[in-house]
């Protein structure tokens, strides 16, 4: 029995709450974590999870074990950190979280850069809209858009998100193009799930205007709506970084170019004590140059 991987995977069994996800997260099957957290048991002749097929919870003594063996990951985790340093080049594996939509349009294309000023660096990126732990979860380093609550977290502001409001040529044949806010309300636009009954705000000077988009159709995927626009269905407001290249090639118009439609902070984070490694201080020297807030 390898001894420390059974610890990885009791450790993070109990960490994510099943086993399930727990193989998920270590990249092996339910099963694996399973024969791992028997065979300590059986090493150590007592049971450390309780387990039903609804759920687990730890024995007396697995509540103990948990915390030494957690100690012991976190030892050896800064011991390799601490080599890590030793040499000039970045190398290891970076774990980084990223907002959907900028990590697929903006983020990935970029790495290319990255990967060839540190090719021994492996990149472990996980696209999710949902703001995660980064220490519960094991990340490295964050992408995140939006106000900055948690003041464990070291923040380097970037470039502001901003938006777009488009439409397809033909929708605008049909319909006719909006030349000023309040004629929104007499379109039909695409939404996405969560903002569907958010109002639209858009200023110019000193003239501000409040709309509340009438959507007929709302999906959870901002890829969805930027081809749902493409298809002609309606007007969409979404990221201009989703939006520029269709705009570009002329499968979308941005209308009301002129007003302004808000943005929101973007920023990198990573956890205040976390040792500043090669690979981390890399990839934040390559972040904020290539998406810092003067880009």
Not at 31 to 36: D, E
Not at 264 to 278: A, E, G, V
Request: aromatic share 6%.
């Amino acid at each position: 029995m390898d001894i420390f991987r059974a610890m990885q995977a009791f450790v993070a069994a109990v960490q994510t709450g099943s086993m399930t996800a727990a193989a998920a997260q270590l990249g092996v099957s339910p099963a694996m974590v399973g024969q791992h957290v028997a065979a300590l048991e059986e090493r150590l002749g007592t049971r450390l999870l309780n387990r039903t097929t609804r759920r687990q919870h730890l024995t007396d003594f697995g509540a103990s074990y948990f915390e030494q063996c957690r100690d012991i990951l976190d030892r050896v985790a800064l011991a390799e950190r601490e080599a890590e340093t030793l040499h000039a080049a970045p190398r290891g594996n970076l774990r980084i979280t990223t907002p959907t939509t900028f990590g697929a349009e903006a983020l990935m294309p970029a790495l290319k850069r990255y990967r060839e000023a540190a090719p021994d660096v492996t990149l472990d990126v996980v696209l999710t809209d949902r703001n995660v732990d980064l220490v519960e979860e094991g990340f490295d380093v964050a992408f995140r858009i939006g106000t900055l609550p948690d003041s464990r977290l070291i923040a380097r502001p970037l470039m502001p998100y901003r938006m777009m409001i488009c439409a397809s040529p033909d929708y605008l044949s049909r319909r006719g193009t909006p030349e000023h806010p309040e004629q929104l309300s007499t379109h039909e636009t695409v939404g996405f799930t969560r903002a569907s009954r958010s109002r639209w705000r858009l200023s110019r000077g000193d003239e501000t205007v409040e709309i509340t988009p009438s959507c007929s159709v709302t999906v959870n995927s901002g890829q969805a709506l930027r081809t749902a626009a493409r298809a002609g269905l309606g007007i969409i407001m979404q990221p201009a970084i989703l939006l520029s290249s269709d705009v570009e090639a002329g499968h979308l118009i941005q209308l009301l170019p002129d007003w302004h439609m808000g943005q929101r902070p973007m920023s990198l984070l990573y956890y205040r004590d976390q040792r500043m490694t090669p690979r981390l201080r890399s990839f934040i020297s390559f972040a904020t140059e290539e998406f810092g807030a003067n880009t």
